[in-house]
């Protein structure tokens, strides 16, 4: 039965649109509390229990989650189908469990998906390949689940501030891009055509090895001091890129998470002591 699941997805778009913490597309949270940040998951199901279980959210009212790229990875139906968005209902559950807490950051599958289009990852399609997996478990209604996993993409924020001064997104816009990135999309109702290239969720997703001469500018604008992002792979689980930016991966028997106590100023370096290794937690 498709229904069920679909009124999850919907109740799960209205949870990331009514976030107590959610400024347009931008969430702000404030300085008390901590913040368990997440790079991208991709289907990891062990790494995603294992950032549930370390952040303990029943016991901890204050602190805060990011979960960023759910979707593309992990395990697969007998025909090669992707089954990442079983994951995706599991973390949507937690949204739902913890609106306020739980906070999702969109990335370019994400983007990929919502605008049907292609996004290869390990010689596959993943949008195709998940598209069929939902038609074999659901059938004719999958269309329906289909749908309700795209609005409940586009529902999510595009970035998170914190008031000591970090900046979290799954990316930044690369350099040849940075002029097509217009701030005011954290301003406004978000639409499919700023999810397509060359919009500005499009650019905010989908940049690489951003020059230091952008992430200073970014800085700026945003009126930060560090940002923590996905995206590009670490093989290691983590790396960092100049004196401001940290890049976290959460989708592989390396990856990490980071912790970091909302109430304290940080150094790139303080950030760096902050990373746990996610085969650490039991």
Same mark, same amino acid.
């Given at each position: 039965?498709?229904?069920?699941?679909?009124?999850? =997805? !919907?109740?799960?778009?209205?949870?990331? &649109?009514? @976030? +107590?913490?959610?400024?347009?597309?931008?969430?702000? /949270?404030?300085?008390?509390?901590?913040?368990?940040?997440?790079?991208?998951?991709?289907g990891h199901r062990?790494?995603?229990?294992?950032?549930?279980?370390?952040?303990?959210?029943?016991?901890h009212p204050d602190r805060?989650?990011? =979960? !960023?790229?759910?979707?593309?990875?992990? &395990?697969? @139906? +007998?025909?090669?189908?992707?089954?990442?968005?079983? /994951?995706?209902?599991?973390?949507?559950?937690?949204?739902?469990?913890?609106?306020?807490?739980?906070h999702f950051l969109m990335g370019n599958h994400d983007t990929a998906f919502i605008t049907q289009a292609e996004v290869v990852k390990e010689g596959r399609e993943m949008n195709r390949?998940?598209?069929q997996a939902l038609a074999r478990e659901f059938g004719q209604t999958g269309t329906q689940v289909e749908l309700a996993i795209r609005e409940f993409l586009l529902s999510q924020p595009l970035a998170m501030r914190t008031d000591n001064r970090l900046w979290l997104s799954h990316s930044l816009p690369a350099d040849r891009m940075a002029d097509r990135f217009d701030p005011q999309v954290m301003d406004r109702p978000l639409q499919v055509s700023d999810c397509e290239k060359p919009g500005s969720a499009y650019v905010l997703t989908w940049g690489r090895n951003m020059s230091s001469r952008v992430l200073?500018?970014?800085?700026?604008?945003?009126?930060?001091?560090?940002?923590?992002?996905?995206?590009?792979?670490?093989?290691?689980?983590?790396?960092?890129?100049?004196?401001?930016?940290?890049?976290?991966?959460?989708?592989?028997?390396?990856?990490?998470?980071?912790?970091?106590?909302?109430?304290?100023q940080y150094t790139l370096d303080d950030l760096i002591s902050c990373i746990i290794p996610l085969s650490s937690i039991a």
């Open positions: 039965m498709s229904q069920p699941v679909v009124d999850l =997805l !919907q109740a799960g778009s209205q949870a990331n &649109l009514a @976030d +107590a913490h959610r400024r347009g597309n931008l969430v702000r /949270l404030p300085s008390q509390g901590s913040l368990v940040v997440s790079g991208d998951i991709h062990r790494n995603l229990e294992r950032i549930a279980a370390f952040a303990d959210l029943p016991n805060h989650v990011v =979960l !960023q790229e759910i979707i593309h990875g992990g &395990l697969q @139906d +007998a025909w090669g189908g992707c089954l990442s968005y079983q /994951l995706l209902l599991d973390a949507v559950r937690l949204k739902t469990q913890f609106p306020d807490q739980v390949a998940l598209v200073d500018e970014m800085s700026k604008s945003f009126d930060v001091d560090l940002f923590v992002v996905g995206h590009q792979p670490q093989p290691e689980g983590w790396n960092r890129v100049g004196s401001n930016l940290l890049i976290l991966a959460s989708d592989h028997n390396h990856g990490c998470l980071l912790h970091v106590d909302l109430a304290r």
